[in-house]
């Protein structure tokens, strides 16, 4: 994270943060292996999000929220994701 153009564009500021609820002592090792057109089409739709906004079909899309998400993130936002970043991202310069 030394690359200052990197630092500066302002791209680490555009990530949602969430925190999912940790699945550790309860994750299973004995299910069944992900299909081989499973993981391609997962690498696939990866790798067109990295190059863009894109659906399946390649089709640029846009992600709408109901006012009730709407609303949950922005508390969400005011309650926690600001504290936090105030708290352990005080250092950070972008």
């Known amino acids: 994270m030394n690359d200052v153009a ?24 004995d299910t069944a292996p992900i299909p081989q057109e499973v ?24 992600l709408h929220l109901s006012n009730k998400a709407s609303d949950e993130y922005i508390t969400y936002c005011n309650n926690y994701i600001e504290n936090e970043i105030k708290a352990s991202m005080c250092c950070c310069q972008d």
């Open 39 to 62: 993981k391609n089409q997962y690498h696939d739709f990866i790798h067109q999000l990295l190059k863009g906004k894109k659906d399946h079909d390649g089709k640029e899309m846009t």
């Open 6 to 29: 990197f630092r500066s564009s302002g791209l680490l500021a555009r990530f949602i943060l969430c925190f999912a609820e940790s699945n550790v002592g309860r994750r299973r090792y």
